[in-house]
T-cell receptor, first 114, second 113 residues
């Protein structure tokens, strides 16, 4: 069964450094999302992406964040200058396949900012 | 602003019991509601999606119902097994304008043999 993959599974970085989190969505899906989950907290929406542009973004998704679909398969989240409070699990998700609205999540990248 | 509450926060039951997990939301103008399972340190696995026009969805031992007027959804798990142990999350997407989902905190379920 097709699945969403994410790399790396765990990223440790120093405060102020740039990180890029990578995702390969399910191939025939059209809508892509990033979420984050701080340890012990709710899953929070960051951004949705469709037709090569951002559809919606939350208040969390400020100028430090950007997303890109550089080719036909990858979907990336960049954090320009990481802060301690960016430490969280970051999940990529997609939808728009056969079950149009159902969202399918990747296994996540655990980001630790020191 | 939509608020999603899941009760109970934690549940521990013996194997074989039938379970009901609750999800309530404050704004009934929803587009759909999706139930997920999350294992510790892992991603979310989609269980069931209910569109706003639907009353329930079933998949195997799982049945989810939706009552928009009362702002509630329930996830029924029949004949629970130890492998069902996980956190169960519901997410509500609004209707009109924004489709940003709001997640509940989840119900942490332990099914012991």
């Amino acid at each position: 069964e097709p699945e969403v993959t994410q790399t790396p599974s765990h990223q440790v970085t120093q405060m102020g450094q740039e990180v890029i989190l990578r995702c390969v969505p399910i191939s025939n899906h059209l809508y892509f999302y990033w979420y984050r989950q701080i340890l012990g907290q709710k899953v929070e929406f960051l951004v949705s992406f469709y037709n090569n542009e951002i559809s919606e973004k939350s208040e969390i998704f400020d100028d430090q964040f950007s997303v890109e679909r550089p080719d036909g398969s990858n979907f990336t989240l960049k954090i320009r200058s990481t802060k301690l409070e960016d430490s969280a699990m970051y999940f990529c998700a997609c939808s728009g396949g056969q079950g149009v609205d159902e969202q399918f999540f990747g296994p996540g990248t655990r980001l630790t900012v020191l | 602003k939509q608020e999603v509450t899941q009760i109970p926060a934690a549940l521990s039951v013996p194997e074989g019991e039938n379970l009901v997990l609750n999800c309530s939301f404050t704004d009934s103008a929803i587009y759909n509601l999706q139930w997920f399972r999350q294992d510790p340190g892992k991603g979310l696995t989609s269980l069931l999606l209910i569109q706003s026009s639907q009353r329930e969805q079933t998949s195997g031992r799982l049945n989810a119902s939706l009552d928009k007027s009362s702002g509630r959804s329930t996830l029924y798990i029949a004949a629970s097994q130890p492998g069902d142990s996980a956190t169960y999350l519901c997410a509500v997407r609004p209707r009109g304008g924004s489709y940003i989902p709001t997640f509940g905190r989840g119900t942490s379920l332990i099914v012991h043999p």
